[in-house]
């Protein structure tokens, strides 16, 4: 007979100076039942999937039970939130495990999420509701699937407790993974105790766990900034290109490793509209759609500032020489951001190359579809469908969105431009699948199953929603209901975090 075997923990963070955490175990909850197990991920990162999902795995996951070599810490960080500086941030309701090198090399961080109070906690609980972990769990996965760099989902539990909020909720515990959970608000932190020693330091572990090649630089902190800017710019155009709305962009969730951070009022927009916001506390639309890339760089701005007393390394180094070096790092980002949209652009569209005029071609086609309040989801997927009609006949979203009469002048030149484009309509069709998925976490289904595991205790929506976003590429008519907008009666205007 075999026993599920616990893993092996290597916890760098851990051993760094201790002004970065503080120890900090998970607090027991009363009854932890599990919600779900991500058994492929586990097996990914070299995690005995039979653990998991044992009485161990699952008390492990609701922090009843800390495996041999893993470490419990609290991180801390600082952050803009909502453009206001809050000098003293860290994980109030969540600790990191430790961290597991998993079988493709790579390091990741084993988080729980609402795991009790830290020395951050402020005045909160700690604790974090059912909901919120069910919608980390769908959005982070549904990311994942989408190609999208992003935290994952190991798993969740409830807790057995309720939490408390403008009601009684069911209680739950995520266990979330990153390749790091280091934020744009943990150099903050130290940046704004002008402590150049911890600023050096902590880039230096950046450096070795996620920047290896910045490691090779005449001046790697600066190529650590500059390749930090490159993947935001990058992450920042694909959320665009599928409708994301993050929702809090504030410096303390954004990982400098560029993975996507804190599902909290965040969603997927469904007719398009730049002006779209979701969270309950954006008053004034700061993290609208439209915002994402200004957001992001000015984000990345505050990076940059934090990091200056240590970004010039020459011996002539001055602070003029340091804003130089910061200067050009962030000045590239506009660029940064619309090479790699304009790659994705070029995708959707069905080009093979992204030429001057598709520019106006794109734009055409966006104030159209704001203009018909048009899906923005189902529209491109439609067009990859037009690419090639024939190919899709059994299983096609004609139902579901079909081009009104004001698309029709546009269709007309993009069928023109298709003409002078080298691909076989085969070849463009494929292409344009992967770039326009037909399943999104759409909001109205992420609060149907919300509902019905807070209100019925039922995980099945929740399971099958989970299932479905997997292979968002894929559509067959048995799933049209993922696929469909939200009647008027669902539509879902705001999100909120939960906390
Ligand atoms: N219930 C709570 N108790 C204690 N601290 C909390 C609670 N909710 C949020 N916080 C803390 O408030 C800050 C901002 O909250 P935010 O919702 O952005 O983060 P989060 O979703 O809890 O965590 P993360 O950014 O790691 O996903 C974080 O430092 C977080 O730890």
């Not at 599928?242 to 993975?259: A, P, S, Y």
């Not at 081009?403 to 002078?420: G, H, K, N, V, Y």
């Amino acid at each position: 007979m075999t026993f599920a075997k616990s893993p092996t923990f290597d916890n760098s963070y851990a051993r760094q100076s201790t002004q970065f955490f503080s120890p900090q175990a998970p607090t027991p909850v009363p009854t932890p039942n599990l919600i779900r197990a991500n058994t492929a991920l586990a097996e990914e990162l070299g995690i005995d999937p039979q653990w998991l999902i044992s009485p161990q795995g699952i008390a492990t996951m609701a922090g009843n039970h800390i495996p041999d070599g893993a470490e419990p810490i609290a991180t801390v960080y600082a952050g803009h939130q909502f453009g206001g500086w809050n000098p003293q941030l860290g994980d109030g309701r969540a600790v990191l495990l430790g961290e597991l090198i998993a079988k493709n090399g790579i390091r990741y961080d084993w988080q729980l999420k609402g795991s009790g109070r830290t020395p951050y906690s402020r005045g909160g609980d700690g604790k974090s509701p059912l909901g919120p972990v069910l919608r980390e769990y769908i959005l982070c996965e549904a990311m994942a699937a989408l190609d999208i760099p992003t935290t994952r989902a190991l798993g969740a539990v409830t807790s057995g407790e309720l939490v408390f909020r403008d009601q009684a909720l069911p209680g739950a515990v995520f266990s979330r993974v990153a390749q790091s959970h280091i934020r744009v608000g943990t150099m903050q932190y130290f940046a704004a105790r002008q402590d150049n020693e911890a600023l050096l330091n902590l880039s230096n572990y950046l450096i070795d766990r996620h920047f290896s090649t910045a490691k090779q630089a005449n001046n790697p902190i600066a190529a650590m900034l500059d390749e930090i800017i490159q993947r935001q710019a990058t992450l920042i155009a694909q959320w665009q290109s599928v409708g994301f709305i993050h929702g809090v962009m504030n410096t303390d969730n954004m990982l400098l490793c560029g993975e996507t951070v804190d599902y909290g009022p965040c969603a997927f927009m469904d007719s398009y509209d730049p002006a779209t916001v979701f969270s309950s506390i954006d008053q004034n639309g700061r993290y609208a759609y439209g915002n994402q890339p200004a957001i992001g760089h000015w984000n990345l701005a505050q990076l940059a500032q934090a990091l200056l007393p240590i970004l010039d390394n020459s011996p002539d180094a001055s602070e003029e020489s340091a804003v130089a070096i910061a200067q050009e790092a962030l000045n590239s980002f506009p660029e940064r951001f619309l090479i790699a949209y304009q790659d994705i652009i070029k995708n959707k569209l069905g080009f093979a190359e992204f030429t001057e005029p598709d520019d106006a071609l794109y734009q055409d086609l966006l104030s159209i579809m704001e203009q018909e309040k048009a899906d923005f989801t189902l529209c491109f997927r439609r067009l990859a469908e037009l690419s090639d009609e024939a190919s899709c006949i059994n299983n096609s979203v004609r139902e579901l969105f079909e081009f009104s009469d004001a698309f029709t002048p546009w269709l007309q030149q993009w069928r023109q431009r298709l003409i002078e484009d080298e691909q076989t309509p085969a070849q463009r069709q494929a292409i344009m699948f992967k770039a326009n998925p037909v399943f999104i976490p759409r909001n109205h289904l992420v609060q149907e199953a919300i509902a019905a595991a807070e209100q019925d205790n039922d995980l099945s929506f929740f399971n099958q929603l989970v299932d479905v976003l997997q292979t968002p590429h894929t559509f067959t008519q048995d799933k049209q209901r993922y696929a469909m907008p939200a009647a008027p009666s669902e539509r879902v205007f705001q999100t909120f975090c939960g906390t």
